[in-house]
């Protein structure tokens, strides 16, 4: 089970407005209706996503409910990380430190900024059950995150392209109206396509001193977490989450460690660590866990743990296992998972 900062289901019941018994949706999830914003305060990740799923059910439109949050979303609700957002020289900057330091506020997903021609992908990766909650969150953290590059940024600001993977809702005039570009369901990912005019725009609020001030603060509460949470156990997080496009290099799962590829390297070596060794846990800790929910198909697992082919993966879970995933998912059927 993950978390997601209490931020979110505030704005989501406030987006909703009359349609929901807002006091009663956020009571039901140990929140105070009458407590302010406060990023630092959790909930869980389960809690978030039913309370979303109430939400839509009860509000007229419901597939409008994610554009509704992105719009009330602003940089001053994520703190300190929203101040070094608003005080980056440009968009890429702003876009970065999200990619950094997005942990602060959540850790069930990660972003990249991944360059492509002409510009780069702004990518949200989020592993789970694509249960409506969370289709819904993933589509308010891009309009979120468009709403905020437009309140910073010094000129207009729109994506090229934006990149959802699961089906359109009946009717989405209202998301292309919302991002001012195509909108395509059904993707391979999740993201903003960005231009590289737009990423170099500067932030009218850009400050090189606070920035770097802020910069710091940030280091040291990244740094907090991790002393809390064993770096092993990070460590295979984050790589699962990553695995759905392959086996991640050591480089990218530190930029979303916030840390160097050589600070991983000889943090992993003080505790006798090794990066291959953790990749290879995680991919076995994820496939023991998919197997054994028979939604998921064998050629789904394979490819959700970072492997192209059924074979490959076969083989590789033999060898962690001396079981075959076919059989190791029976067995884990009939003893009730």
């Known amino acids: 089970m993950g978390f997601v900062t209490s931020i979110f289901p505030r704005r989501m019941v406030q987006a909703a407005g009359n349609a929901v018994d807002g006091g009663a949706l956020l009571r039901s999830i140990g929140l105070d209706p009458d407590d302010p914003l406060d990023v630092t305060q959790m909930v869980s990740d389960d809690a978030y996503y039913g309370l979303l799923e109430q939400i839509a059910e009860q509000m007229p439109n419901g597939h409008e409910l994610p554009l509704r949050v992105g719009a ?12 070094a957002w608003k005080s980056a020289p440009t968009i890429r900057h702003s876009l970065e430190r999200v990619e950094r330091y997005c942990r602060l506020w959540t850790d069930n997903l990660t972003y990249e900024l991944r360059d492509e021609p002409g510009g780069a992908l702004f990518l949200l990766h989020r592993f789970g059950e694509r249960r409506l909650g969370m289709r819904l969150s993933n589509e308010a953290t891009l309009a979120s995150a468009t709403s905020l590059v437009r309140q910073t940024s ?5 994506p090229r392209e934006v990149h959802i993977q699961h089906a359109a809702p009946e009717i989405i005039s209202a998301h292309e109206r919302y991002f001012g570009c195509p909108v395509h369901f059904g993707s391979d990912k999740d993201g903003l396509s960005i231009s590289d005019e737009a990423l170099e725009q500067p932030n009218h609020l850009g400050d090189d001193g606070i920035s770097q001030f802020l910069l710091g603060h940030l280091d040291a509460e990244i740094e907090a977490i991790g002393s809390v949470e064993p770096l092993q156990h990070l460590l295979q997080r984050v790589v699962s989450q990553a695995l759905s496009e392959g086996v991640p290099l050591m480089s990218d799962i530190a930029r979303r460690l916030a840390m160097s590829e050589r600070t991983l390297h000889r943090r992993l070596s003080e505790q ?16 023991k866990s998919l197997l054994g929910q028979p939604r998921y198909t064998l050629s789904e697992v394979a490819f959700l743990t970072g492997f192209s082919e059924q074979s490959a993966f076969s083989r590789a879970f033999k060898r962690w296992t001396g079981e075959t995933p076919a059989s190791y998912r029976q067995a884990s059927v009939a003893d009730g998972g």
């Open 272 to 287: 006798g660590l090794s990066y291959k060794t953790e990749v290879d846990a995680a991919r076995q800790h994820l496939a």
């Open 154 to 158: 010094s000129s207009t600001f729109r």
């Open 72 to 83: 009330l979303m602003r940089p001053d609700d994520y703190g300190a990380l929203g101040l």
